[in-house]
């Protein structure tokens, strides 16, 4: 049904000179030959993100039915609906309402208690008019042009274990198998997921949104946001790993070429660079989310 004329006028009036726009570009892609995407990106109004689904090593169990994939799609989901119920909510308190959700999506026929149960990163950014909210959760991390300087926000709990784990993996005996090996990275990395002294991601746990990186910065003003970019570890990997652009780079290409063509590099450097790898895949999942904002002077 219309509404009457005469509230549509009234809103558009409201509006008129009171927001800023935010402009969202976004490209997410699995490595060449492979059709499953783990990562996702989203925009729904004000709230956009990349969630980074953790894939699973062939032969390991997850006590899950539905997969990693299923996963991510039911958090974003989630979270949109989280979003629509409570929009002045937190960005915490909306993914701990959406990580419970997904619980109850399950169906029962999961075992959430199991170690290796579906998780992912979570990258999420929210225009507030004349404000943003954001959320780091995992290795997804966010970078800013704020007040014409460029920061990035990173969650490096998974990062500071994934040392530690490596160091204790290598101290095992010489005669340890390559797939034995495996197995106990795995099995010490899971161990430490969503708990005290390991590190926090999205999963069966609510809590785990409580301990993500949140913070609040200006749309207006002298610091005022300009750009931000969103990151699976894919992507940011052209920075971290390869180290063939800083953050200020990665912006400039994403404005400049756009998300597309940064996504591209990351397989160009995959094919270039592979021991720079640190990790045992030999290509990711990459996404990239470009959001500008007007500076509102002519
Ligand atoms: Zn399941």
């Known amino acids: 049904m219309r509404p009457p004329t005469t509230s549509v006028a009234a809103e558009a009036t409201r509006v008129v000179g009171a927001a800023r726009t935010m402009r969202v570009r976004s490209a997410s892609a699995p490595p060449p030959g492979r059709s499953v995407n783990e990562d996702l990106v989203f925009r729904l109004g004000p709230m ?127 005669d340890v198998d390559r797939v034995t090996r495996l197995r106990r990275a795995v099995d010490m990395q899971r161990a430490r997921m969503n708990r005290t002294h390991g590190y926090w991601v999205a999963a069966a746990d609510p809590d785990a949104a409580f301990h993500a990186v949140t913070g609040t910065l200006p749309l207006r003003g002298a610091g005022a946001v300009r750009r931000a970019v969103l990151l699976s570890d894919g992507a940011s990997a052209l920075v971290e790993q390869f180290g063939l652009l800083d953050w200020a780079g990665l912006l400039e290409v994403a404005t400049a070429a756009g998300p597309g063509a940064l996504v591209d590099r990351v397989r160009a450097a995959e094919r270039d660079h592979p021991d720079r790898l640190r990790r045992h895949k030999a290509a990711d999942d990459a996404s990239v989310v470009l959001c500008e904002f007007d500076t509102g002077q002519p």
């Open 48 to 174: 956009t993100g990349v969630l980074d689904g953790a894939s699973v090593p062939e032969g390991f169990d997850t006590g899950c039915a539905h997969g990693t994939a299923w996963y991510v799609r039911h958090l974003a989901a989630r979270l949109g609906l989280a979003e629509a119920v409570r929009p002045t909510a937190t960005l915490m308190s909306n993914l701990a309402a959406a990580i419970l959700a997904v619980r109850a999506d399950h169906g029962g026929e999961c075992d959430l208690d199991h170690p290796g149960t579906p998780s992912s990163t979570v990258c999420l950014l929210r225009d507030g008019g004349d404000h943003v909210d954001y959320l780091v959760l995992c290795d997804s991390p966010l970078v800013l042009d704020a007040g014409g300087r460029v920061s990035v926000v990173t969650d490096d709990r998974l990062d500071a274990g994934t040392a530690e784990l490596r160091a204790m993996v290598a101290a095992l005996p010489g």
